[in-house]
């Protein structure tokens, strides 16, 4: 997919934050974008916006509606003739530690995070299939998709962090099922970006007294990690737009995640080591 000039695209969630950088980036490779959103007067804006950049259209959807993202899907191939690319891309992430999460907790931040996107791909690949056409499905993950990210533990972001290993190995598991589909599957795995909801945070620190609760959720050790770390969604959309164009599977966006990953593998090489199974 290393010409996005004509296609359709759907990004979820592509109002605001990570969304709206894919949708904007779509829209000047010469792609039309379909996004959805809960909030109607956010998508409107959004769209009014963006439309200087080619053709968008908002569509209000529940992505964790299997029905309604159906419907979605119809719409579609109705309106607009064809779906080239699905960016399943919205989700939110609870900071709440994991031993105080309810089920309640769990089960949103999963539904939404994954089952949605889960369902929606299945949704999308069955009417490729019937179509007898192409296509691809990108995933937004996180570097939680990779490794423990330890500058953000203070966040604690576990249930989130679990829902993103989750589309890791979702993926891994559909691009060898779908290998000869004609429908191919990648993972972007961005760290901090530069959300309306990350840079409402760093305002609020801003204005925070010292002694304010809110230090103790995010501490200035993870906050200096975000500042230093975080891209803004329009980068973030230009790096899943090259990693497409290049078939990656994996998508990472910032150089922090490698060394984060090779944490991980340097210890997991020393268990096999110490078990003497190297």
Same mark, same amino acid.
């Given at each position: 997919?290393?010409?996005?000039? @004509?296609?359709?695209?759907?990004?979820? *969630?592509?109002?605001?934050?990570? @969304?709206?950088?894919?949708?904007?980036?779509?829209?000047?490779?010469?792609?039309? =974008?379909?996004?959805?959103?809960?909030?109607?007067?956010?998508?409107?804006?959004?769209?009014?916006?963006?439309?200087?950049?080619?053709?968008?259209?908002? =569509?209000?959807?529940?992505?964790?509606?299997?029905?309604?993202?159906?419907?979605?899907?119809?719409?579609?191939?109705?309106?607009? @003739?064809?779906?080239?690319?699905? /960016?399943?891309?919205? *989700?939110? *992430?609870?900071?709440?530690?994991?031993?105080?999460?309810?089920?309640?907790?769990?089960?949103?931040?999963?539904?939404?995070?994954?089952?949605?996107?889960?369902?929606?791909?299945?949704?999308?690949?069955?009417?490729?299939?019937?179509?007898?056409?192409?296509?691809?499905?990108? /995933?937004?993950?996180?570097?939680?998709?990779?490794? /423990?990210?330890?500058?953000?533990?203070?966040?604690?972001?576990?249930?989130?962090?679990?829902?993103?290993?989750?589309?890791?190995?979702?993926?891994?598991?559909?691009?060898?099922?779908?290998?000869?589909?004609?429908?191919? =599957?990648?993972?972007?795995?961005?760290?901090?970006?530069?959300?309306?909801?990350?840079?409402?945070?760093?305002?609020?620190?801003?204005?925070?007294?010292?002694?304010?609760?809110?230090?103790?959720?995010?501490?200035?050790?993870?906050?200096?990690?975000?500042?230093?770390?975080?891209?803004?969604?329009?980068?973030? @959309?230009?790096?899943?737009?090259?990693?497409?164009?290049?078939?990656?599977?994996?998508?990472?966006?910032?150089?922090?995640?490698?060394?984060?990953?090779?944490?991980?593998?340097?210890?997991?090489?020393?268990?096999?080591?110490?078990?003497?199974?190297?």
């Amino acid at each position: 997919m290393d010409d996005l000039q @004509g296609k359709t695209v759907l990004v979820t *969630g592509g109002a605001q934050g990570i @969304g709206k950088g894919l949708a904007r980036q779509c829209l000047l490779a010469g792609a039309k =974008v379909i996004i959805t959103n809960l909030n109607q007067a956010i998508a409107a804006a959004t769209v009014a916006e963006l439309g200087a950049l080619g053709e968008v259209r908002s =569509v209000r959807a529940d992505v964790t509606d299997t029905a309604a993202m159906e419907n979605v899907l119809d719409d579609i191939w109705s309106t607009e @003739g064809r779906l080239d690319v699905v /960016f399943n891309n919205a *989700g939110l *992430g609870l900071m709440k530690p994991l031993m105080d999460c309810t089920p309640a907790d769990m089960q949103a931040q999963f539904d939404l995070n994954y089952f949605a996107t889960v369902w929606l791909t299945q949704a999308y690949v069955r009417r490729v299939q019937a179509r007898g056409g192409t296509g691809h499905v990108m /995933f937004t993950g996180s570097e939680n998709s990779l490794a /423990f990210p330890p500058d953000n533990a203070e966040l604690k972001m576990g249930i989130y962090g679990a829902t993103k290993h989750a589309i890791l190995i979702t993926a891994e598991w559909l691009r060898h099922e779908l290998a000869d589909t004609g429908v191919t =599957v990648s993972v972007l795995m961005p760290g901090p970006v530069l959300t309306e909801r990350l840079a409402q945070t760093f305002a609020t620190l801003e204005k925070a007294a010292a002694d304010d609760p809110v230090h103790a959720v995010i501490p200035p050790h993870a906050e200096q990690a975000l500042r230093e770390r975080f891209i803004t969604p329009d980068d973030c @959309g230009r790096i899943a737009l090259r990693g497409l164009a290049l078939g990656l599977f994996h998508i990472p966006a910032q150089p922090h995640i490698l060394a984060d990953f090779d944490a991980r593998a340097r210890e997991l090489r020393a268990a096999f080591e110490a078990l003497g199974l190297t």
